[in-house]
């Protein structure tokens, strides 16, 4: 009886495949079931997260799934119709393929946020830019996963990539600001010549970033409107950034007349360091009689403010130029003026 043919398959190969499949179904979910749980206890034991990725990638294969791999596994015992056993190989390859796809695009972006942590960033500004590199990872993976199945399925792949590539240089070429400044927004995730928060002069503009897009960036600029600048124009420009601004290096001249006693010559670096040091948030570096000038002796001194607040930068500079005011008066010194004496002969010598 088990001899007998049903289907061009006898008996006995049906229950052989039918043993095989509960027996393939029964040990790949138990032998799921324990790796998982032994990934998870270990992973509650250790300080990295990538146990936990990969426990989630395993969480992410469901039992449909399952069944349909083992599904096939256990038909290799039967002699099945053409149509039926190639159907089953496509929904195999695609069901596998697409579960690929998607465990990939997980694994892809645990890197890209585990790139940003371990710089020390990941606020909303990268955010933004991670969900953007992750989009384009994800069209990627979904059309390379669509071409290894239509590639399995027996089209012809090449004449599709060459259509493909004509249309993708017909696209660029009319996209072409649009991919130059995605390209631009990808550089400066990468390169990050500024971040969002930062003060930033580039050429006649000056601002505050707002926000980094995908095509422009927006500046708040110092008179309240907002400046949206093409990323392209940012990444070839030269960019003036006062993020890492520490201390601001202030250079001042001035000059007295000639007619200034030499004591009180010699006295003004003194002034100056005085009215430098009396200032909270000044830190003096030099003061010189720099040269003889057409309205008298040329003054040249230079300080430090130690705080970039461009407010507080104002205000100690203000300070030092009353401080140094109330120090010249009470000295009797004034300060030169544009002038120009000229000397007339007249026909007798005089």
């Known amino acids: 009886m088990l001899g007998r043919a049903f289907l061009d398959n006898p008996l006995n190969r049906y229950f052989l495949a039918l043993a095989a499949f509960l027996a393939l179904f029964w040990g790949f979910g138990l032998a799921r079931k324990l790796v998982v749980s032994r990934l998870r206890a270990l992973a509650l034991r250790t300080q990295t997260d990538l146990d936990d990725l990969l426990v989630d990638l395993l969480e992410m294969v469901r039992t449909p799934e399952c069944v349909l791999v083992v599904l096939w596994a256990a038909t290799r015992y039967l002699r099945l119709p053409g149509r039926l056993d190639g159907l089953l190989h496509a929904l ?5 393929t697409y579960r690929a796809v998607t465990m990939l695009r997980v694994a892809a972006d645990y890197l890209v946020r585990k790139l940003l942590i371990s710089k020390g960033r990941f606020s909303q500004a990268e955010q933004g830019m991670a969900r953007t590199i992750s989009y384009l990872i994800s069209g990627l993976l979904w059309v390379t ?32 600001a649009v991919l130059g400044d995605l390209f631009s927004a990808l550089a400066i995730y990468l390169d990050q010549p500024f971040v969002v ?25 110092l008179s309240g409107e907002m400046l949206i600048v093409a990323n392209s124009r940012l990444t070839s420009a030269q960019i003036q950034n006062f993020r890492q601004l520490q201390e601001r290096r202030i250079v001042i001249g ?25 200032a909270p948030k000044a830190r003096f570096d030099r003061a010189h009689l720099k040269s003889f000038e057409e309205a008298g002796f040329a003054f040249e001194a230079v300080y430090f403010v130690t705080d970039p607040d461009y407010g507080i930068y104002m205000d100690t500079n203000q300070a030092i130029h009353l ?7 009470r000295e009797g010194i004034s300060f030169a003026l544009p002038s120009r004496v000229v000397f007339q002969q007249s026909g007798d010598g005089a």
Do not use: C
Not at 198 to 205: A, E
Not at 323 to 329: C, H, M, N, P
């Open 92 to 96: 195999l390859l695609v069901v596998l």
């Open 145 to 176: 996963g669509a071409l290894f199945v239509l590639s399995n399925l027996g089209f012809n792949v090449t004449s599709m990539l060459a259509g493909l590539g004509i249309g993708g240089v017909a696209v660029a070429l009319a996209a072409q």
């Open 197 to 221: 928060g930062d003060f930033i002069v580039v050429g006649d503009m000056m601002g505050t970033v707002e926000h980094i897009g995908i095509k422009t960036t927006r500046v708040r600029a």
């Open 254 to 278: 001035f000059s007295v007349p000639y007619r200034t006693p030499a004591e009180q010559v010699k006295n003004i670096p003194q002034l100056v360091r005085a009215a430098v040091a009396a």
């Open 323 to 329: 401080a140094l005011l109330d120090a010249f008066r």
